[in-house]
């Protein structure tokens, strides 16, 4: 029997790259969105597809799915600092109330889900590089709160959800990710500088450039993730590229790869903004026998030739990272 899949925030980044994956994988595909954040662009080619369906709705809000459904995964909300400072009350809720509502969505279909929970339910780590056991050091009423309270929330209704209704669920801690299909606009580091190569700009790094993330090519995130869904283990589990980089050096690579002779401009560094970032994949190789494949040059590479296809206008999209209070 072909099983079937709701995957939500299915236009997002990550969102269409699970519902290709899930395809591939001979499955059924309910797609769902709000459109807030994720683009149809990212699945249109999908929809000629008989074993594809898409529903334009909040998850914040009771959903309805008639029929079956094996596989829950929620991965609707936004990720970038740019929009959870826009829009931090829908960030709150998605992971919030959206979570109740495909837990008890999973408890009435006997689905098993897989939510998405991230990094920053580290904060700014005092524990290098993070393991699952660390409990994080994150300022509840930051910049960032909306975002990281709300994942840590997720994760805790959902261990309520597996203890109390003993549904099947999987919590995957996603660390920095890159790849095609990334918003050029979403002021995240690599489509910035990406972005501000391509238009000739010069590269604005924030502080000194002295902190560091750990970029993931997306198809090993993907992989990771899929891999967990089908294990029986129901407890985090970090899925990242243990590859750290500091942001100065990360720009340098950047202009290397682009060919760009713009310099390199310090901007302040935003509030709460990580010191160092890295997963400990300790468990994922154990559990899962996974680790990532793709090196940072080719991942990149792809990546670039991905932006440069886009059509110009998007490039002259472009949004500034706010700083707040
Ligand atoms: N960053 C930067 N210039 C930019 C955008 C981001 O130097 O134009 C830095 C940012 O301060 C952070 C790192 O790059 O230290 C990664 O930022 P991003 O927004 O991609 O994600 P985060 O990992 O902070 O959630």
């Known amino acids: 029997m072909q099983k079937r899949v709701l995957i939500t925030g299915a236009a997002g980044f990550l969102g269409s790259h699970l519902c290709d994956r899930f395809i591939k994988e001979g499955m059924r595909v309910v797609a769902m969105d709000n459109l807030i954040t994720g683009d149809l662009k990212n699945i249109e080619h999908l929809f000629k597809l008989e074993q594809f369906e898409f529903y334009h709705h909040d998850v914040s809000k009771f959903i309805h799915v008639p029929g079956e459904i094996d596989y829950i995964m929620h991965f609707a909300s936004p990720a970038s600092p740019i929009d959870y400072l826009k829009i931090p009350i829908q960030t709150l809720k998605v992971s919030s109330l959206g979570t109740h509502n495909v837990l008890g969505l999973a408890r009435v279909k006997k689905a098993r889900v897989l939510v998405a929970s991230t990094s920053e339910v580290y904060g700014d780590p005092h524990v290098h590089p993070q393991p699952e056991e660390y409990w994080g050091h994150v300022n509840t009423v930051g910049p960032r709160g909306c975002y990281d309270e709300a994942k840590r929330f997720m994760e805790a209704i959902t261990m309520a959800y597996h203890n109390v209704h003993n549904i099947e669920t999987r919590i995957v801690r996603i660390f920095n990710t890159y790849g095609p299909r990334m918003r050029l606009n979403d002021g995240r580091v690599l489509p910035a500088f990406i972005g501000q190569a391509l238009r000739g700009e010069d590269l604005t790094m924030f502080g000194d450039g002295s902190q560091t993330r750990s970029f993931c090519y997306v198809d090993d995130l993907v992989e990771g993730i899929y891999r967990l869904l089908m294990s029986d283990y129901h407890l985090p589990v970090n899925v990242g590229n243990p590859s750290e980089i500091s ?79």
């Open 247 to 325: 942001i100065k050096d990360f720009a340098a690579e950047i202009l290397k790869l682009t060919g760009s002779t713009q310099k390199l401009i310090s901007l302040p560094l935003p509030k709460d903004d990580p010191k160092q970032r890295q997963p400990d994949i300790t468990k994922a190789k154990a559990i899962l026998g996974w680790e990532p494949k793709v090196q940072r040059a080719e991942g990149l590479k792809i990546t670039y030739e991905y932006f440069k296809s886009l059509p110009r206008e998007e490039l002259s999209k472009t949004e500034h990272r706010q700083f707040s209070k």
